[in-house]
């Protein structure tokens, strides 16, 4: 029969507050991501590609906010795995996947913004903001994969039913 959480040695077990030193620190981060989204949802999208600072700019917020989600999404999933009885730990896993979720649909502008850039204007931008050529292999696969993505709008609907199609995974 398996043990309980308490009856291993702490040896044995991760040592998570390497990530978060404490259930407050993570739910605080949380908040805080929230407050982030609520605050791009609100002055990003349409500004993309004002200039080459604002694609910087933007591209820097994003790729940050989602390394954020992701560590949230991490400590809350080794959390629930470590005991899956724990209700406490399955509702930090499903606000870790919401969060993850709301992150989707607030970029769903990024990538239809992004690929409205011509080639020409691109490599200009490329040319006079240097920090531009630290991202670009993620553009150039956007460019590659243009074919394949969809409207704001079509995006934003897929990325608001992520949830939905975790759900499965959730199940056992």
Request: charged share 30%.
């Amino acid at each position: 029969m398996a043990k309980n959480r308490n009856e291993i040695p702490e040896k044995l077990t991760w040592d998570l507050t390497t990530i978060y030193k404490t259930d407050k620190e993570w739910e605080a981060e949380l908040t805080r991501i929230k407050s982030e989204l609520s605050l791009v949802e609100e002055t990003d999208p349409g500004h993309l590609l004002d200039s080459a600072e604002s694609l910087l700019t933007i591209t820097e917020k994003m790729l940050s906010i989602s390394q954020q989600v992701e560590k949230l999404y991490v400590y809350a999933s080794m959390k629930n795995d470590q005991d899956t009885r724990e209700a406490k730990y399955q509702e930090y896993q499903s606000k870790a996947t919401a969060l993850y979720v709301k992150f989707g649909e607030v970029y769903a502008f990024y990538e239809p913004e992004f690929l409205k850039i011509s080639k020409e204007v691109y490599n200009k931008w490329l040319g006079e903001l240097q920090k531009l050529k630290n991202y670009d292999h993620m553009f150039e696969r956007l460019f590659a994969k243009k074919a394949h993505i969809l409207s704001q709008k079509e995006e934003k609907l897929l990325a608001a039913a992520g949830e939905i199609f975790e759900s499965p995974s959730e199940t056992f």
